[in-house]
Nanobody
Framework: QVQLVESGGGLVQPGGSLRLSCAAS????????MGWYRQAPGKQRDLVAV???????NYADSVKGRFTISRDNAKNTVYLQMNSLKPEDTAVYYC?????????WGQGTQVTVSS
């Protein structure tokens, strides 16, 4: 069983930065592609960043150049560094394996970008 716990969200002004963390329990972490997803009110949950087991990454066009995903396999942790935040980045952010495991969704962490 995999458990994922997200943290690091908060309220930030436009142009600001946040770093999200996702701590994973279970043996799947080191062999899985991991991703950060987000869901804004009234919208579907979208994948915004992926990091493969070997470290290669991919990003949604909306966050490319502003967000950086990384992972520490020794700590079973994946991170999302978010810079130059915009109001449209406001959402609940979740981590999960890619493709997502339906039973792995955690509570997420709220990110609000507002002046």
């Amino acid at each position: 069983q995999v458990q994922l716990v997200e943290s690091g969200g908060g309220l930030v002004q436009p142009g600001g930065s946040l770093r999200l963390s996702c701590a994973a329990s279970g043996s799947m972490f080191s062999i899985s592609a991991m991703g950060w997803y987000r869901q804004a009110p009234g919208k579907q949950r979208d994948l915004v960043a992926v990091i493969m087991r070997g470290g290669s990454t991919n990003y949604a066009d909306s966050v490319k150049g502003r967000f950086t995903i990384s992972r520490d396999n020794a700590k079973n942790t994946v991170y999302l560094q978010m810079n130059s935040l915009k109001p449209e980045d406001t959402a609940v952010y979740y981590c999960n394996v890619v493709p997502p495991g339906i039973n792995y969704w955690g509570q997420g962490t709220q990110v609000t970008v507002s002046s």
